[in-house]
């Protein structure tokens, strides 16, 4: 009766959750749970951070929302931190990780348009990829389960098997603009791209005239360890979305670029009324205070390979529950041999909470400030899980 006023598009889990403190969430009735999902990657630096909150206050108390018509102080703050600290010159804010996707695309379209190549609209995706849920992002990401009952797929994207490098090159026509990809596929089932391949997509670009585009909504800002996940392979792209734990919870996004790639977006071709508003913009700068801060990603690795090294071994301890530990940094993935969901409702069962992806995949998303206690907290509440399905699966055999 409770969600009877809202859009039945959730498989809500009944839970109700009232306050959080770091990497706990606390429901109505006062129970804690660890929270390893973080609002899908999103609460980076963790439930109420204390630095998050006062800025946030400190901000309402001046002006919330002014549009892009005047120039936004923090906004032209924060883009400058972006472009230091990244592979890009140019910065667009957005409300959402769809709508990064929305103007990676769009800039892409616009580049080659504004060198007199408007048949140049393509963009070659991977399959198990998902980039949003607009009408366009759903057809880039191109799962059929996003795609149904939604009209015809919009046209321009064209999509090849996850890793194949022939499919790809033979993908490759006059009208392709650019290559999209996320460094490792996080709804897909924390699927790693090799670093080879993607130094191969760069060269394919270069060679090509090509932009190399990467969806960072999931993988960025420190979630793998680095401040965004292209670092590891040493490739840089031409245009990048990022989303989710940029906000730390407050909900953004931005698409960065490098000036070659943004030539195309003159005053006028796009636009947002939200995007870049004053709160999120003082939302983000505190959340890079936080993340860019000294040791605080050496922190992130050095907790990960504690919370990789316990779920090695419960995968050793448990191969009749759990198949594969994927992943890199604190965006870790168990890839299950039971159903998925009775993993996740067993880890719930243990005030657990992780995230379902593709390929029969829990996420484990904690809040980058989780310290080593906790991630072995978790671990040994996976193992309580563990288990209880293992023992519900020796005695459906006896």
């Keep these: 009766m409770a969600e009877a006023a809202l859009f039945d598009t959730f498989a809500r889990a ?7 403190e ?28 204390p630095h998050l909150v006062e800025t946030l206050k400190s901000q309402a108390e001046k002006v919330w929302h002014l549009s892009n018509l005047y120039e936004i102080p923090d906004q032209e703050r924060l883009a400058r931190r972006l472009v230091d600290a990244t592979f890009a010159d140019k910065v667009f804010f957005t409300n959402s990780g769809a709508e990064a996707l929305e103007c990676a ?9 504004s060198k007199g190549q408007a048949e140049k609209f393509h963009i070659i995706t991977f399959e198990g990829a998902f980039h949003g849920r607009t009408i ?55 699927r790693v791209v090799e670093k080879e391949f993607l ?34 392979s040493g490739v840089t792209p031409d245009i990048m979305a990022v989303a989710k734990g940029i906000g730390g919870g407050f909900p953004f996004g931005a698409c960065l670029a490098t000036a070659e790639a943004a030539s195309g977006m003159k005053p006028g071709v796009h636009g947002t009324t939200y ?19 000294e040791g605080f ?9 504690v919370f990789r090294q316990g779920l090695a071994a419960l995968k050793d301890r448990f191969p009749g529950v759990i198949e594969e530990i994927r992943g890199e940094g604190l965006m870790l993935g168990i890839k299950a041999v039971v159903p998925a969901g009775e993993l996740a409702a067993a880890m719930r069962d243990e005030h657990l909470l992780g995230v379902p992806a593709g390929d029969n995949v829990i996420r484990l998303l904690p809040p980058l400030v989780v310290t080593a206690e906790e991630a072995r907290e978790g671990i040994a509440r996976i193992e309580r899980a563990a288990e209880k399905l293992q023992h519900d699966q020796l005695k459906k055999s006896a």
Excluded at 25 to 35: A, K, M, Q, S, W
Excluded at 105 to 113: L, P, Q, V
Excluded at 150 to 173: C, E, R, S, W
Excluded at 297 to 305: E, G, I, T
């Design 22 to 49: 770091g990497v706990w969430l606390v429901t109505e009735t006062g129970e804690r749970y660890l929270d390893f999902g973080a609002g899908v990657a999103v609460t980076s630096c963790g439930h109420s951070n």
């Design 136 to 190: 366009a992002t759903i057809a880039a990401g191109g799962q059929e389960k996003y795609l149904e009952g939604f009209g015809p797929k919009a046209p321009g994207f064209d999509q090849v098997p996850f890793g194949n490098l022939d499919a790809l090159k033979a993908a490759i026509t006059e009208n392709t603009a650019a290559i999209l990809i996320e460094p490792i596929q996080g709804e897909g089932g924390i």
């Design 199 to 232: 130094k191969t997509l760069r060269d394919l670009c270069d060679e090509h005239g090509l932009l190399l585009m990467f969806d960072e909504v999931q993988t960025g800002v420190g979630r793998t360890g680095k401040f965004f996940a292209y670092e590891w």
């Design 275 to 293: 995007g870049g508003n004053p709160l999120a913009m003082a939302v983000g700068n505190a959340v890079l205070d936080v993340v860019l801060e």
């Design 297 to 305: 990603l050496q922190n992130v690795r050095d907790v990960a390979l």
């Design 105 to 113: 695309i769009k800039t892409a379209r616009r580049y080659h348009y």
């Design 14 to 20: 009944p839970l109700r959750f009232v306050r959080g």
